[in-house]
């Protein structure tokens, strides 16, 4: 029961990196079709690789937490 | 473009969803805090909340509960991060309240929010509707003057005493007079007569009513307005122009509540609350014989003076804005007025009262700018039959004084109230132009 809590909690905390990338997606495709400066677009790009990375860190405490 | 609130101390999600919202072209502000989203909205006016259910200093419910209590309700939709919570907040069952799940897309903000527009249309002109509230469901006005009319109806409306309505014109006699029609819970509809726009010939067959044949042209037999207002409620407009002569047959029905149609020996009873309009004053219509004095006191058991609305300015306003929704509702539109039109309307002073109010705000309506959705009211507000202009002639005359003086002195102030323009002046003083400038000429000489 305590297991399921724990993992039902990481995979809440993965879906949170998981929402903003999709996001910052969506964003970036708005920034191309109304030709928003190019930095701007790098600077979404960029966040949506820190968003990877936390997703990916999640994703191995929740793999971690299977393994218990 | 609509103002939008993001309430949610994910302050990442709130940043994106605020860029992509200003993308598809709409306001945004962002809130962290229930706090904060209280203090944005004691500073500005929001179409549409979107909202996170949990937030560190309470629940999105406490905004909800906060945003009811506003004059312009926002929409608000909910926000949550797992499907699940979605339904348990939906079974909540907050009226009105919209959910979507993220992560939001750009088609998720697009689909509310136009929801949000078609929905402004509908539920912004419902909800101004239910703003006026219309006493006896017909008369709109809070001020003090129309609280003591308001006062009066209901006290005749128990009675079936006869009432005679006084006041200027376009004050709103026939509107009146079905106040207290329907305030007097009648099952039938009031009929209502104008006796000023009736022949001499055909006011007995309007009155009374007539058999086949009574008359060159009466192919059929007609009920007059009296036995159509039967057990009900009948309004006689302008009845100090009914014909004298015409007068003695009106107050042989509202003494032995009888009426004989032309044509018939058979008296028909009749049994009505009779309600009559006038906008001529008591004095004039007792020095100048207008109508029989039986007649009147038959008439005016119960008189009743409407406002003028220079009276009862506080409910321009009101009137302004309800005319504005009838006419937004008619042609589907959003047309609004500003405060600096308000006060402009509020300044003048209404001659020919509400009608012309309505007059100039249909006129101010039609030529409204479409870039800002305002009326375009005229550069000066002026009537034929404005009292500031009475008043300065008024003022200016004096016993003993020549005709040749009060002329020259109506030629000056004709002139100054067209601004210099002749043509206009000689217009409005019935003389020829030539004539006009032949008085200017000897004025000067």
Redesign the interface.
């Not at chain 1, 998981?18 to 910052?24: A, F, P, R, W």
């Given at each position: 029961m305590q297991q399921q809590q724990s993992i039902t909690k990481l995979v809440?905390d993965a879906?949170?990196p998981?929402?903003?990338?999709?996001?910052?997606a969506?964003?970036i495709?708005?920034?191309v079709e109304?030709n928003a400066p190019l930095d701007k677009i790098q600077q979404t790009a960029a966040?949506i690789i820190q968003n990877c990375q936390k997703c990916s860190e999640e994703l191995s405490k929740i793999s971690e937490q299977a393994r218990k | 473009m609509l103002k939008v609130l993001i309430v949610d101390d994910d302050s990442e999600f709130a940043d994106i969803s605020s860029q992509i919202l200003e993308f598809i072209g709409h306001d945004t502000y962002i809130a962290n805090s229930v706090a904060d989203a209280k203090q944005w909205l004691s500073v500005e006016t929001f179409d549409h909340i979107f909202l996170d259910f949990m937030l560190p200093d309470g629940s999105g419910l406490h905004v909800i509960e906060h945003a009811n209590q506003l004059d312009k309700k926002p929409r608000i939709t909910l926000i949550t991060g797992h499907p699940l919570i979605k339904s348990i907040i939906a079974d909540l069952s907050i009226p009105d309240i919209g959910y979507i799940t993220k992560p939001v897309e750009r088609a998720d903000f697009e689909a509310v929010l136009s929801q949000n527009k078609s929905a402004k249309k509908t539920t912004v002109t419902k909800t101004k509707q239910q703003e006026f509230s219309q006493h006896f469901d017909c008369l709109i006005g809070e001020s003090p003057a129309m609280q003591s009319l308001y006062k009066m109806i209901e006290q005749v409306a128990k009675t079936n005493a006869n009432v005679m309505l006084m006041g200027e014109s376009g004050v709103g006699k026939e509107v009146v007079a079905q106040a207290i029609h329907n305030a007097s819970n009648l099952d039938k509809p009031l009929v209502a007569t104008n006796c000023g726009a009736l022949s001499k010939d055909l006011i007995g067959s309007e009155l009374f009513g007539h058999e086949k044949g009574a008359f060159t042209g009466a192919v059929a037999s007609k009920k007059g307005v009296f036995e159509q207002a039967n057990d009900s409620t009948l309004f006689l407009d302008e009845v100090t122009e009914m014909p004298i002569d015409m007068q003695p047959n009106l107050l042989r029905v509202l003494e032995n509540k009888t009426v004989v149609p032309l044509g018939s020996t058979k008296q028909v009873k009749v049994n009505c609350r009779v309600i009559s309009a006038t906008n001529r004053s008591i004095e004039d219509i007792a020095s100048n014989n207008i109508l029989r004095e039986d007649i009147y006191f038959r008439l005016a058991v119960f008189p009743i003076e409407i406002p003028q609305l220079r009276q009862r300015k506080d409910d321009i306003p009101l009137l302004v804005n309800y005319f504005l929704m009838q006419m937004n509702q008619e042609s589907q539109q959003n047309i609004s007025i500003n405060q600096q039109q308000l006060d402009k309307l509020q300044s003048y002073d209404w001659p020919g009262n509400v009608r012309e109010l309505r007059h100039v705000i249909h006129r101010a309506f039609i030529m409204a700018d479409t870039d800002s959705q305002e009326i375009v009211l005229p550069e000066r507000l002026h009537s034929p039959f404005s009292t500031q202009k009475n008043t300065t002639l008024s003022h200016g005359l004096t016993a003993g004084q020549t005709i040749e003086d009060v002329e020259k002195e109506l030629i000056k102030v004709t002139l100054e109230e067209v601004d210099g323009n002749k043509t206009l002046a000689a217009e409005m003083l019935g003389i020829s132009t030539k004539t006009l400038y032949n008085r200017l000429n000897a004025y000067e000489n």
């Open positions: 809440h879906r949170a998981l929402n903003q990338i999709s996001m910052q969506e964003l495709k708005m920034m109304q966040k | -």
